[in-house]
């Protein structure tokens, strides 16, 4: 039977890191899957982690089994991060949260979810999104619709297109946003668009269903949360899919979670009842260890205190490298302006190419990006940037 199956084309982002380490040119520079990386091109264990890693090591006394929810003490350290303090939600009683094999699992074992809470409902996606959204919420059978974000022309959000298809999206559907750091576009929505968005969201009678990848890597912890924040506190039912893969850089670990908001604590019950049953069926529990080095620097405040200063400089130095490449590409040309690149936030930029031109600069310069012409600017480092950006003059130009 096996013969039957035909070869599939490699992921378009991570089988780029596959191609990348294959290249043997010593200048090549890898701006494909969204990975930080230090100006070693280096993407490091923090300092946080390692400490709490060893922490973990001298304390770990058992491996049995944790639960299909995970730690408890994870779970309540990360509805803190997700909801900031004091919030109502989490006050009444109507939060659930669980662990997750990171934020595709969370994404996995929601869209499992949606499909017992309501079958034929039609889920939302920005575009563009995540080239592995569609992928992974179509093969767990939901179904899929976009709605307008991007504006490839304007480098922005097309906040009047996307409110008019908001405004036609039926009660019960579902609308996947991104919390923050917008994957691939990089341009998120201001305090006030996520206002109108909370408002849509009450009146039309849609369930917001938020994926928070990097939170952290826009304007902070808390700053990139406001959107979640407001939603909790402005519609009933609300589902967040979180990820530690890139804010604690415990990418091989698979750390996420899930968290839910539910109208009330009774069908918070049921819900949670239904979310266990979900992942019993799937993984039974979730990986151990990055959840706990989560719940290690989340319960100890100088290891919070060094995440949180470590997290800082990683945003701040993508902030630089934003500067530093929109500096390096308006000297080196006139006619496109890319200081949209400045603005826009978390690891990705859109460049603006043909694939013909980002092709280009795979084959002649080693430079690899999606074909989207996606870059992660975190994959920069201040000495490859003379290089990087004249290679996109040069296929701009020719
Ligand atoms: C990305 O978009 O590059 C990252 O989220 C990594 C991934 O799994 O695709």
Known sequence: MFESLPLLPADPILGLSAAFQQDTNPNKVDLGVGVYKN?????????????????????????AYTSPAGYPGANNAVVGLVYG????????????????????????????????????????VSTPTWANHIPLLGSAGLTLREYPYYNYA?????????????????AGDLVLLHACCHNPSGADLSREQWQEVARLAQ?????????????????????????????????????????????????RERAGTLSLVFANETQANAGMSQLLSVTR???SMPPAHGSAIVDIILHNSGLTRQWQEELGQMRQRIQNLRAELVSALNQRQGE?????IAHERGMFSFLGLSVEQVHRLKNEFSI???????????????????????????????
């Not at 304007?154 to 039926?170: E, G, K, Q, R, Y």
């Open 39 to 63: 100006d070693a091109g280096v993407t490091p264990v923090m300092a946080a982690v390692a400490a709490a890693e060893r922490l973990r090591l001298n304390l770990e006394n058992t491996k």
């Open 85 to 124: 303090t004091g919030h109502t939600a989490v006050s009444d009683n109507r939060v659930r949260t669980i662990q997750t094999p990171g934020g595709c699992g969370a994404l996995r074992v929601a869209a499992e979810f949606i499909q017992r809470a309501k079958p034929g409902a039609t889920t939302w």
């Open 154 to 170: 304007t480098h922005s959000i097309d906040f009047d297109a996307m409110v008019a298809c908001l405004n036609n999206v039926p």
């Open 203 to 251: 009146t039309r009678g849609f369930v917001p269903f938020v994926d928070m990848a990097y939170q952290g890597f826009g304007e902070g912890l808390d700053e990139d949360a406001y959107g979640i924040r407001l939603l909790a506190e402005s519609v009933p039912e609300l589902i967040i899919a979180a990820s530690f893969s890139k804010n604690f850089g415990l990418y």
């Open 281 to 283: 069926g799937l993984y």
């Open 336 to 340: 496109r302006d890319f200081s949209f």
């Open 368 to 398: 690899y990006m999606t074909d989207t012409s996606r870059i992660s600017v975190a994959g920069l480092t201040t000495e490859k940037m003379a290089y990087v950006s004249q290679a996109i003059v040069n296929v701009l130009r020719a």
